[in-house]
């Protein structure tokens, strides 16, 4: 993570050296777990690229470009957990793992169908289902 972004988990002193305050086990199980969620990087005209999970919307970290952003939110996610861990509670799954038992249906024309599936490729998802629902969760969790 870079030690000039402003915006990560929390507290920026643990982001900026996530192994410090943190036992090794506990580290490496922080890492483990961070690393299922999946991290969604959005362009900033202010900060560059900003980057958070569904997980955990409130461990969000910036970079300079999409690689640092990822690195950093991947590092602010870390910490996250880590903090969870280190007081006892239970980090979130990741959404991947989540057992899916409801099904919406959503009528599309045939044109928005294509406009979507054409997103979802661009912003490298492998189906609709997935982009629709990440696109949906953020709208709803970040209130945009």
Do not use: W
Request: hydrophobic letters at 40%.
């Amino acid at each position: 993570m870079s030690t000039k972004s402003k915006h990560s988990s929390g507290n920026g002193k643990r982001a900026s050296n996530p192994a410090g305050p943190f036992s090794p086990a506990i580290l490496r199980k922080a890492q483990e777990i961070a690393r299922d969620y999946r991290i969604t990087i959005e362009k900033s005209d202010r900060l560059g690229y900003i980057g958070t999970s569904i997980e955990i919307p409130t461990a969000f970290a910036d970079g300079k470009t999409p690689g640092d952003c990822y690195e950093a939110a991947q590092q602010a996610l870390t910490v996250a957990v880590a903090t969870m861990l280190e007081a006892g509670q239970k980090p979130p799954q990741p959404a991947a793992a989540m057992k899916r038992t409801t099904q919406v249906n959503v009528r599309l024309t045939h044109e928005e169908k294509s406009m979507i599936a054409t997103a979802a490729a661009n912003s490298g998802f492998k189906g609709l289902a997935d982009f629709i629902r990440t696109a949906v969760l953020d709208r709803v969790l970040f209130r945009r």
